[in-house]
């Protein structure tokens, strides 16, 4: 199968530091395997959406010499596909609904376990609704983090796929799209690492194709905070990329040609001695 990688930002701001991070390391994955990286834009999750920030994102990559081999999928566009997935699921009785709170969970530990809830059933208003999990591991081998080990009753219990306010849940909407895209690796940042056993459990609930994972480093600021979480995640600046671009390659630990005038011969140059290999495998890294 043809290598298939993906960038897939949520439109909650502008393109910043540690998503160009993750938009450059899949890129070069994909262009080392002689493959196609593809754009996905994650906006399932409007109360959280920023207004124009999807289209600031897609406008932004070509500048840094990011271009994708296909028209960007948005998310928002497949609710047809989720619903697909969600009544597979349900037929399958491997879903529930629930009314049960964060408050209420958190008296017994915060985890909902063996699709017991402890809040009453309300017709009044709508359920969320969750996926039974057994008390089983989920093992996988990430390529830069190392193998991994998760008992997801233990670590995560019955979770959500649907909210109560009817958004799919990210875990449900990755799945279905990375299958739907062929992707054949996953590379991205290492905050979504514990997303990774859930997303593999839903694959095989699903009976989807398990792709590969690379998780990258995070970027950290100064306050120790994931960059996009931090006062310092203001956004790069696609009228003047070289420099972003330059210390994007530092922090990946790739040669940076100092004479590069464009950022076409930066990512060429980077390219000629790409070893995914030797990626950093650390969790996280200060941006200064």
Not at 103 to 112: K, M, R, V
Not at 156 to 185: H, K, M, N, P, W
């Amino acid at each position: 199968m043809t290598y298939r990688g993906r960038f897939a930002p949520s439109p909650t701001g502008q393109l910043h530091f540690g998503s160009l991070v993750a938009a450059v390391g899949s890129w070069l994955c994909a262009r080392h395997a002689g493959g196609q990286w593809l754009v996905r834009m994650e906006d399932i999750d409007p109360p959280r959406e920023v207004a124009g920030s999807a289209a600031g994102i897609l406008a932004a990559l070509p500048a840094f010499g990011l271009v994708a081999d296909a028209p960007a999928l948005f998310q928002s566009q497949r609710m047809a596909a989720y619903d697909a997935a969600f009544e597979q699921l349900r037929a399958a009785d491997q879903l529930f609904p629930c009314w049960c709170s964060r408050s209420e969970l958190a008296a017994g530990g915060g985890l909902h376990r063996d699709g017991q809830c402890v809040a009453t059933a309300n017709p009044d208003r709508p359920p969320a609704w969750r996926l039974r999990v057994p008390d089983i591991a989920v093992d996988f081998d990430d390529a830069l983090q190392g193998p991994q080990h998760e008992n997801l009753r233990e670590s995560v219990g019955d979770f959500v796929i649907r909210r109560a306010e009817g958004f799919y849940s990210y875990q449900l909407a990755c799945v279905v799209d990375d299958a739907f895209q062929d992707i054949t690796e996953v590379v991205r940042g290492s905050d979504l690492l514990d997303s990774t056993a859930r997303q593999i459990w839903l694959q095989r609930c699903l009976g989807l194709s398990t792709p590969a994972y690379r998780h990258l480093p995070l970027v950290m600021g100064a306050d120790g905070r994931k960059l996009s979480k931090s006062e310092q995640a203001s956004p790069v600046d696609p009228a003047d990329p070289l420099p972003a671009l330059r210390q994007t390659l530092a922090f990946l630990s790739l040669p940076v040609l100092a004479t590069a005038t464009d950022v076409q011969d930066l990512l060429a140059h980077a390219l000629a001695t790409f070893d995914p290999a030797a990626l950093p495998h650390c969790s996280g890294h200060s941006f200064a």
